[in-house]
């Protein structure tokens, strides 16, 4: 499974990006997804979860300012990035994981799958 990043780039504290992570065979639908992100001298942490139901959670630093989403197409995964401040400054990663049957389908803690990054810089 390939996934490809784009969107990343460098903005000014208060701007917006948006972050594409696509995949070009098969659809995500049903897939557990999510958005993570590393800044230099830091450990990679997520920033947003998609569940297989669609129901979205985001860590606390990014609450009410970023949004993650799938097209229609249910090909291409968004990370919608509103109010960047300077530490949202980082390298944003995509990951994928098929659920798991567990009395039904759960995500995983983990991701099987993963984009190559794409670089997110916010200046002050």
């Known amino acids: 499974v390939q996934l490809v990043e784009s969107g990343g780039g460098s903005v000014q504290s208060g701007g917006s990006l948006r972050l594409s992570c696509a995949r070009s065979?098969?659809?995500?639908?049903?897939?557990?997804m999510g958005w993570f992100r590393q800044a230099p001298g830091t450990e990679r942490g997520e920033v947003a979860r998609?569940?297989?139901?669609?129901?979205?959670t985001y860590a606390d630093s990014v609450k009410g300012r970023f949004t993650i989403s799938l097209d229609s197409a249910k090909k291409t995964l968004y990370l919608e990035m509103n109010s960047l401040k300077p530490e949202d400054t980082a390298m944003y990663s995509c990951?994928?994981?098929?659920?798991?049957?567990?009395?039904?389908?759960?995500?995983?803690?983990?991701?099987?799958?993963w984009g190559q990054g794409t670089q997110v810089t916010v200046s002050s």
């Open positions: 990951a994928a994981d098929i659920p798991v049957y567990s009395g039904g389908y759960v995500c995983r803690d983990g991701y099987e799958y």
């Open positions: 065979e098969y659809s995500f639908s049903g897939w557990c």
């Open positions: 998609l569940d297989r139901d669609g129901s979205a």
